[in-house]
């Protein structure tokens, strides 16, 4: 069982310039976590396309709610989890990224997500009544 | 975010600074827009200061490569993508849509 050295949680509004603040929190948790700049960035990039479908998707626009970000520094690596009070959706359903279509016909649906599950070791979503929807991205220590 | 425009002969170089995300990605939008609808679609992009981009801000970029290159007009070119950002792009399969160059005298002799 992987052993939690450090855990962290803020609360930021949902809005794009909450972004770089976001951004910076996950940088600083996956430094502890010992990430290389590779890792570090991936993780960021995850993070950041997460919580753009949360004010995009969930929430459907800028200052309509809150994203919750929890960062757990582990032994293996590390783990964040979000969470909102928006709409839920399931990851199964979206279409992946058109990759390989003539410039003229690609369009950016299923990007973000794409992204995220391959930005990350794993990635679970599920939306539980009274508390939200969360997403846990953990990316293992390389 | 900060964008230095130089006009040249043959083509427009954009030196842009800073992170493009969901927050900056409509201000190089806007700028590519007044660019393109003065009717330059040569285009040269450093990205040498760009620290960040997300899939947002791809889609300024390949959107404006779209309309560039509609009638074979033009083309835009990167310059000094960060490795980070280059793998990132090179994973959605968007990176056949731009050609990328080491340095800026390279890709603006290109035209």
């Not at chain 1, 949902?14 to 991936?42: C, H, K, P, T, W």
């Not at chain 2, 007044?34 to 040498?48: H, K, P, S």
């Not at chain 2, 994973?91 to 050609?99: D, E, Q, S």
Request: proline letters at 3%; a positive charge; aromatic letters at 8%.
């Amino acid at each position: 069982m992987a052993k939690v050295f450090k855990t962290a949680r803020r609360v930021f509004a949902g809005r794009y310039e909450s972004l770089n603040e976001i951004r910076e929190f996950i940088a600083e948790a996956a430094q502890e976590a010992q990430f290389d700049s590779q890792s570090i960035y991936a993780m960021q990039l995850a993070v950041d396309e997460a919580c753009c479908n949360i004010i995009d998707h969930a929430y459907g626009g800028e200052d309509r709610g809150w994203i919750d970000c929890q960062v757990d520094v582990r032994s293996d690596g590390l783990l964040v989890t979000l969470i909102d009070q928006g709409k839920s959706f399931d990851p199964e359903q979206v279409p992946p990224p058109q990759i390989g279509k003539p410039l003229k016909e690609v369009k950016p649906r299923g990007v973000g997500l794409y992204l995220i599950k391959k930005m990350v070791d794993k990635m679970e979503y599920h939306s539980v009544a009274g508390q939200g929807n969360v997403m846990r991205l953990f990316k293992r220590k390389r | 975010m900060e964008i230095k425009h130089s006009q040249f002969k043959r083509c427009d170089l954009l030196r842009v600074r800073g992170r493009l995300d969901s927050a900056t990605a409509p201000i190089l939008e806007e700028k590519l827009e007044e660019i393109t609808e003065a009717g330059r679609f040569r285009l040269v992009l450093d990205l040498n200061e760009v620290d960040f981009i997300s899939s947002k801000g791809w889609w300024v970029l390949i959107n404006t490569q779209k309309k560039c290159k509609r009638f074979n007009r033009g083309e835009v070119l990167l310059v000094n993508v960060q490795p980070q950002i280059r793998d990132s792009l090179e994973l959605v399969g968007m990176g056949k849509y731009f050609k990328i160059y080491d340095d800026v005298a390279s890709a603006v002799g290109s035209f």
